[in-house]
């Protein structure tokens, strides 16, 4: 039994390096082969496109359309990280806590999104938005009110699975029996009890606003995405060094993502809870 369970541990092992080794080479060899594009040139090896790209003065005289597209692309993501956020968790709160019956409606209505193509929403959203250009002018930075539909599925299951994994309702009256008010109650009580599912929701929101294509270009609206299609027209080896700088600082954020949400796990087990028994 133990010679058994000796070679199981063996094969598994094995598997688990088989399986790494075939995802480092599906997502790494595309990422070398960019690395190689990017630094190619006819006399060899350069960094000139890197070079270029980091001198963000020389960048926005020589493309100033796409670090205007960098920029609204930041905006964006600030913008509709903040909107889903103020929207969907005081909504998923008050619901498990008054409203249990329209979870499911709720569900439903955030995962539509899921399953509309990009081309029907662009088509419901052009009305809407030539009223928003009439009303407050042509400006990129309005796609935030699309691009949080967009990111509602996503970040209704990451929200939803922090608060499943504590108990909401005891925490509320729990606290509103110690005379917090109910805007107390859910900065103080529920939102740092769910800080790693906002972190998460977050990141797939900025993930999703960084990659978003469709419709910023169906709407002749800039951002990231379509500024990189523009430059792939003058300069591809410049596109490709900012697709794979935009894929590295998505990475870099998932990092920083995992490191505090393990930090914070750690801490709280650093502090079990004893109970006393009483008779």
Known sequence: ???????????????????LAVAALFFGGPLWAMVVFSTSSPTGVTGATWRQLLDVDALSRTYPSFVEGVRVSAALAVLTVVLMLVLLVP????????????RRPMEFLCLLPLIIPAIVLVVGLAPVYA????????SSVWLFFAYTVLVLPYAYRAIDAGLSAIDVRTLAEAARGLGASWPRIFWSVITPNIRTALMSASFLAVALVLGEYTIASLMS?????????????????????????????????LVLLTLVGGRRQRRVSAY???????S
């Open 131 to 138: 009223w928003v250009t009439y009303f407050f002018g042509p």
């Open 91 to 102: 909504t998923m709160t008050w619901v498990r806590l008054r409203l249990p019956a329209l």
């Open 1 to 19: 039994m133990a010679g058994s369970g000796v070679r199981r541990e063996r094969v598994q092992r094995r598997m688990r390096w088989a399986v």
């Open 272 to 278: 079990p809870v004893h109970v006393e028994e009483t």
């Open 221 to 253: 609206r800039n951002n990231l995405q379509v500024g990189i299609f523009q430059l792939s027209q003058r300069t591809p080896a410049m596109s490709v060094a900012v697709s794979l700088a935009a894929l590295l600082l998505c990475f870099l954020l």
